[in-house]
């Protein structure tokens, strides 16, 4: 059992591990990965965890198993608890998802398999989504149960797709395909089954050192994140205060020499 659970003394529930400099964390309840509290504090934990390591640069959210990414919330769980516990639930995931978009590090939401409901909540809260083609559907399908999508679906989804396009797919409830999700770019890129986390791990290095400056990368992700809602003339500041921070790093100094030198630059994330 990794320290993830062992920290609150709770079955497995997030796998954890360090790739070559890819934090890969995996929602772990299979088959339908549904995530409850005790899940979400332990993702919370291995959020906290990957944005603490220096040697982490890119996070890749996954599932376990090949029928699920996530199918949300436990549906079990919400209808033992009272109103007071599932209110605390959503504001728990509230935050726990607001980790993923503060952390300066770019962050994959790997669809292996369906992606509906909270799943989807979870996976809008990653910078970009790559998806198993023909492993499943995707869609927020609450209004079907007689609720709303209570973890960021909402907002993430209008902000990703705009207003109109967000409250028809929510009220119509439908779940498509991701290869209809890419064309209306709530996927970015979609693989082909085969040896599909291999070609999840190969998309994710090129946004590491040496091919990028994952600093960059995640000051770029923090940049746009935020800036995203406020006034331009904030956004500019917050803009520039991150390119500071940059033009002091190590990986700015070799990119500016390699450019001069007419070589490929040698990023080390630093």
């Not at 599932?86 to 590090?105: D, G, I, Q, S, V």
């Not at 149960?145 to 028809?168: F, H, N, Y």
């Not at 500071?244 to 030198?261: C, H, N, P, T, V």
């Amino acid at each position: 059992m990794s320290s993830t659970a062992e920290s609150i003394g709770a079955k497995e529930l997030i796998r954890y591990r360090n790739d070559g400099g890819i934090a890969v964390i995996e929602l772990n309840d299979p088959p339908a990965n549904t995530y409850s509290y005790e899940m979400n504090r332990q993702l919370d934990d291995a959020i906290l965890r990957s944005r603490m390591d220096e040697y982490v640069h890119v996070i890749v959210l996954t599932g376990a198993g090949e029928k699920f990414f996530c199918a949300g919330a436990n549906i079990q769980m919400l209808t033992e608890v009272d109103p007071t516990f599932k209110y605390y639930f959503c504001l728990h995931a509230n935050e726990t998802l607001l980790r993923l978009e503060h952390t300066p590090k770019l962050v994959i939401a790997a669809l292996n398999g369906h992606c509906v409901g909270g799943g989807l909540e979870v996976a809008m809260a990653a910078d970009l989504r790559v998806a198993r083609k023909d492993a499943g559907k995707i869609g927020l399908p609450e209004v079907n149960l007689g609720v709303l999508p209570g973890t960021g679906g909402t907002q993430r989804l209008s902000r990703l797709l705009g207003k109109s396009k967000a409250i028809e797919l929510m009220a119509l409830g439908k779940t498509f395909s991701f290869d209809e999700a890419q064309q209306i770019g709530l996927v970015n890129e979609v693989f082909e089954s085969t040896d599909f986390m291999d070609r999840v791990m190969e998309y994710a290095r090129q946004f590491c050192p040496p091919n990028k400056a994952a600093k960059a990368v995640g000051r770029m992700k923090r940049a746009v994140q935020t800036g995203w809602e406020i006034p331009l003339e904030a956004g500019l500041a917050l803009e520039r205060e991150n390119q500071q921070l940059l033009f002091e790093s190590a990986d700015a100094k070799e990119g500016l020499a390699a450019y001069l030198e007419k070589r490929p630059a040698k990023f080390r994330g630093k």
